[in-house]
C-alpha cells in the first residue's frame, strides 16, 4: 500500500485526526483560540517529523511537486486554481461583513479586599478574620438553617436555588451573578472576603472591578452582622466547599 | 483573576440538561411507558426538607419562608391537584412529576433540577406523593391524543378558527398575549388571583413550548387553575393538534436574549409611527427584563420581562422603536393603586472613552444618569437622574414619542436629536452604554417598582461602504497570481534540474 506510506498522506492525516480529537473529543468545546494554539504545536510537530531525514522530505514533498507541474494532473491543478482563491476571497468577505459584537469587558472577578472595612459605623478588620458562629459547633445545624432562610428570601433571584448563579433574574445581569458551585469563587475564598462582598455589594468594588455595573446590592442596609455570617455558613454548606483558610503566622 | 463574559459555562450547562434528558429518555425506554419506576419516599423526605421545604415548606403545604414572596406561589402539596399532567385521571403519573422537577416550570421560580440524579428526583416523586396519599390511589391512566396533525399553513388557519370557537381568547386574549377579557377575574382553586398565560411567549410555558406539549396542555387541562380540558368542546378530535399548531406559530420557542443593539443607518426620515412598514425591515433585538430588587420597594415579581427593540439613526435624527406587552393601557389613579404605563432607556450623561459609567440602577449622587423617557398620557421627556428617587426633568425637551396600543402590546417610537450638547451624542461606530426601564402602572409598578437591566450596549452602524464587495474580489484576484507564480517557479526548476 504506497497509498498509506506517502509522507504527505500520514501528515494530513495526523492534522486532521488532531483537528477532529480537539474539536469534537472534548466536552465542553474548546474555545477556537485554543484549538487554534494546538493545532499549530501538532504542525510544527509535523513538520520536524516529515522533514527529519531528506528521504522523507522527498516523500513529503512528491505530492505537491507533482501536483505543481505534472502534465497529467492539470485539472486538479486548475481546480485548485479557482477552488483556493474563491475561498479565500470568501473568507475575505466574511470578514469584512463581520458584524462587531459587544467589546468584551475586562474586569478583576476577585479583587484584593480592603483590610478593613465600617460596617454600620463600626470598623471590621476583614484581614484574618473568621466566621465567629463556627465556634460553637452545637449551634452551627441552627445557624445553617437560619442562612438558608435569608438565602431563599433574599439571594435566590438572582443566584438561583441551586447556588449555580442561574437565578430567575440572571439573564438580564451582567455581569452574570456568580456561581457559588463553581470550584474559582467561594471554595478560594475566606469568608471574610464573602463577608466584604455581601455587606458593600457592587458598590463597594474598587474601580478595577466595575463597580457601577454589578447589580448586588449593598446588604449591609439590610442584613446585620449575625445574619450576613449565618448566609455565608449557608452558602458553603449547601454547596458542600469549605472556606479557605488564612494562613498560619 | 479577569475574565470576560464566556459562554462556556452555558455550554456545560446545556450539555448537563442534554445528558439528563438522555437519561430521562433512556428511562422512558427502560420502564414500560415509564410509570413503573418508584422511589423511596423515606430517602425523598431529606432532599425534599433541604432543597424544596425553602418555598414549599416542611409539610409540604406551600408556605415555606419563601412563599408569600412568590408569584405564582409555590405549590400546596397536600391538596395533590397539579397542573401538568399526560393523564386522563386526576392526578399525574410519577413520569409528570419527574419531569417537572427535572425541567422546572418555566416562567415561575421552579428551577430545572436536572443536576440531581434520577434516583434522588425519583425519591422526592414519591414523598410528594405522601403529601396526598388519597389522591394517588387511583392508578393513573394515559391521557389518549389523536394522530398527530404536523403544522401547515392549513392546520394554524384551522386551529385559529377553533382558537376563537372555543373561547381561547376570552382569557388569552385576540392575539394570544393574557389579555383577554376575562383575564382580570381568573381566580385558581384556593381563591388568588391569576394570570392567563401569554401565549406569544412559548419559552415561559409550564409544560414545554413544543406543539405536542401544548396539545397534552389543551386535552388534560390545568389542574387547580380556571383552564379546562378541550379534548371533548372541539369539533374533531384532531382540532387539538390545529389548536396547539396555531399557538405555536403566534411566537418562538426560545427569546434569544441580545445584550447589543444596533442602530442601522438610514438616509431618508425616521417614521414616526410605530406601524409604519419602515420598521418592520430592522430585526428586532430581545432585551430581558427582571425585578428591581435593590431599594424599596423591591419588585420580586416583575410584570414586564421583556423588551423587543429596533434602533436607525440619518444624519439628524436617532430613533429607538420598543415593542412590549403589557395587558392593559392604563390610566393612572394611584386610589386604586394604578400608574401611568412608562419605559424609559438610560445612557450615561457623557460618552467617554473609558469603561467608567454611572452606577447601573438610574447612577447615584457620584454621577448622574440621562435618561430618555415616555409615559402613557403624558409623551416623551428626557430627564437626569442620580438614583431611582432622585430624577430632574431636563427643559425644553424636543424628544418625541409615538405609541399605539393593540391587544395586550405597546409600540413605541421615540425620538431625539442624534448630537446633542446637554445630553449624550450618539456617533457612528462607538459602543454606547444603554440600559432598559420598565413599569406596568396596572400592576402598581411606579417609581423604583420597576423592572431594569444592568448596563447593555448601543451602537450606530457605519454608513454602508462598498469595501466588503470590493475587498473580497481582490483578495481572491491575488491569491489566484501568488498560485500561478508558485506553479511557474516550480516548472521552471524542474526543468532547470
Known amino acids: ?249 | 483573576m479577569t475574565k470576560g463574559t464566556g459562554g462556556t459555562p452555558r455550554a456545560g450547562r446545556s450539555a448537563r440538561r442534554l445528558a439528563a434528558l438522555l437519561s430521562l429518555l433512556a428511562a422512558v425506554v427502560a420502564t414500560p411507558a415509564g410509570w413503573a419506576a418508584t422511589g423511596d419516599p423515606n430517602r425523598g423526605r431529606e432532599l425534599y426538607d433541604r432543597r424544596c421545604a425553602p418555598c414549599h415548606g416542611v409539610k409540604g403545604d406551600g408556605n415555606g419562608p419563601a412563599a408569600e414572596l412568590l408569584d405564582p406561589r409555590p405549590r400546596d402539596f397536600t391538596t395533590g391537584v397539579f397542573k401538568i399532567r399526560t393523564t386522563s385521571t386526576k392526578a399525574p403519573s410519577d413520569q409528570d412529576l419527574l419531569a417537572v422537577i427535572t425541567n422546572g416550570m418555566p416562567g415561575t421560580y421552579m428551577p430545572p433540577w436536572g443536576e440531581l440524579s434520577e434516583t434522588d428526583r425519583r425519591n422526592v416523586v414519591a414523598y410528594i406523593k405522601a403529601f396526598a396519599p388519597d389522591r394517588f390511589k387511583e392508578a393513573p391512566t394515559p391521557q389518549a391524543l389523536p394522530p398527530v396533525v404536523r403544522a401547515s399553513p392549513e392546520s394554524v388557519k384551522r386551529g385559529r378558527e377553533m382558537f376563537e370557537a372555543i373561547e381561547c381568547n376570552k382569557c388569552h386574549g385576540t392575539e394570544g398575549r393574557a389579555d383577554g377579557p376575562s383575564r382580570s377575574e381568573l381566580k385558581d382553586d384556593w381563591g388568588r388571583p391569576i394570570k392567563p398565560a401569554n401565549l406569544t411567549k412559548r419559552w415561559t410555558f409550564r409544560g414545554g413550548p413544543a406543539p405536542e406539549d401544548i396539545a397534552m396542555r389543551l386535552a388534560t387541562g390545568v389542574n387547580g387553575t380556571p383552564m379546562p380540558s378541550f379534548i371533548d368542546s372541539v369539533e374533531k378530535p384532531e382540532d387539538i393538534w390545529h389548536v396547539a399548531n396555531y399557538i405555536a406559530s403566534l411566537g418562538p420557542a426560545s427569546p434569544n436574549y441580545a445584550t447589543l443593539v444596533t442602530a442601522a443607518a438610514v438616509r431618508g426620515a425616521l417614521p414616526d409611527d410605530p406601524n409604519a412598514d419602515f420598521w418592520k425591515t430592522i430585526a428586532p433585538e430581545n432585551i430581558a427584563l427582571v425585578g428591581q430588587v435593590t431599594v424599596d420597594p423591591r419588585n420580586f415579581n416583575p410584570a414586564i420581562d421583556m423588551v423587543a427593540v429596533r434602533a436607525a439613526y440619518n444624519d439628524r435624527e436617532i430613533a429607538f422603536h420598543l415593542t412590549w406587552d403589557d395587558a392593559t393601557q392604563s390610566t393612572p389613579d394611584p386610589a386604586k393603586r394604578v400608574y401611568a404605563d412608562a419605559v424609559s432607556l438610560q445612557f450615561p450623561v457623557t460618552v467617554g472613552a473609558g469603561p467608567e459609567r454611572p452606577y447601573f440602577l438610574m447612577g447615584d449622587d457620584a454621577e448622574g444618569v440621562y435618561l430618555l423617557r415616555w409615559e402613557n398620557g403624558k409623551g416623551a421627556t428626557e430627564a437626569t437622574a442620580n438614583g431611582p428617587t432622585k430624577i430632574t426633568p431636563m427643559p425644553g425637551s424636543e424628544a418625541t414619542g409615538t405609541a399605539v396600543f393593540r391587544n395586550g402590546q405597546y409600540r413605541l417610537v421615540l425620538k431625539r436629536a442624534r448630537v446633542r450638547k446637554d445630553a449624550p451624542a450618539f456617533a457612528p461606530g462607538v459602543f454606547v452604554p444603554i440600559a432598559f426601564q420598565a413599569w406596568d402602572g396596572g400592576a402598581g409598578e411606579t417609581g423604583p417598582k420597576m423592572s431594569l437591566t444592568s448596563w447593555y450596549y448601543l451602537r450606530l452602524e457605519e454608513p454602508q461602504s462598498n469595501r466588503r464587495f470590493v475587498v473580497p474580489p481582490l483578495v481572491a484576484l491575488l491569491t489566484g497570481a501568488a498560485m500561478a507564480l508558485i506553479v511557474r517557479t516550480a516548472r521552471r526548476w524542474t526543468e532547470n534540474a
Not at chain 1, 522527498?58 to 486554481?81: E, H, K, N, Q, Y
Not at chain 1, 449557608?234 to 488564612?246: I, S
Request: aromatic residues 12%; charged residues 20%; contains cysteine.
Open chain 1, 1 to 249: 500500500m504506497t497509498l498509506f506510506r506517502s509522507r504527505f498522506l500520514q501528515a494530513a492525516a495526523v492534522v486532521v485526526l488532531a483537528f477532529c480529537a480537539l474539536r469534537f473529543g472534548i466536552q465542553p468545546p474548546v474555545p477556537w483560540s485554543v484549538i487554534k494554539i494546538y493545532l499549530f504545536v501538532v504542525l510544527a510537530a509535523v513538520f520536524i517529523y516529515v522533514s527529519s531525514d531528506s528521504d522523507s522530505w522527498r516523500s513529503f514533498l512528491a505530492p505537491i511537486r507533482s501536483t505543481l507541474v505534472d502534465p497529467d494532473r492539470r485539472v486538479l491543478r486548475g481546480a485548485l486554481m479557482i477552488v483556493v482563491p474563491l475561498l479565500v476571497g470568501y473568507y475575505a468577505y466574511s470578514q469584512a461583513a463581520a458584524r462587531p459584537e459587544a467589546p468584551p469587558e475586562l474586569r478583576a472577578v476577585h479583587p484584593a479586599p480592603p483590610a478593613s472595612i465600617q460596617f454600620r459605623g463600626k470598623e471590621l478588620s476583614i484581614q484574618g478574620l473568621d466566621n465567629p458562629l463556627r465556634k460553637d459547633a452545637a449551634t452551627l445545624p441552627k445557624q445553617v438553617a437560619a442562612g438558608g432562610e435569608i438565602y431563599i428570601r433574599n439571594c435566590v433571584y438572582c443566584h438561583g436555588d441551586n447556588l449555580d448563579g442561574h437565578g430567575r433574574f440572571a439573564p438580564a445581569l451582567n455581569p452574570p451573578p456568580a456561581n457559588f458551585q463553581d470550584p474559582g469563587t467561594i471554595a478560594m475564598l475566606q469568608e471574610s472576603y464573602l463577608f466584604w462582598r455581601i455587606a458593600k455589594g457592587g458598590p463597594g468594588l474598587p474601580k478595577e472591578s466595575g463597580p457601577w455595573s454589578s447589580a448586588m446590592p449593598a446588604w449591609e442596609d439590610r442584613l446585620d452582622e449575625t445574619r450576613i455570617w449565618q448566609v455565608i455558613l449557608y452558602l458553603y454548606d449547601a454547596t458542600g466547599q469549605h472556606p479557605r483558610r488564612w494562613e498560619a503566622k
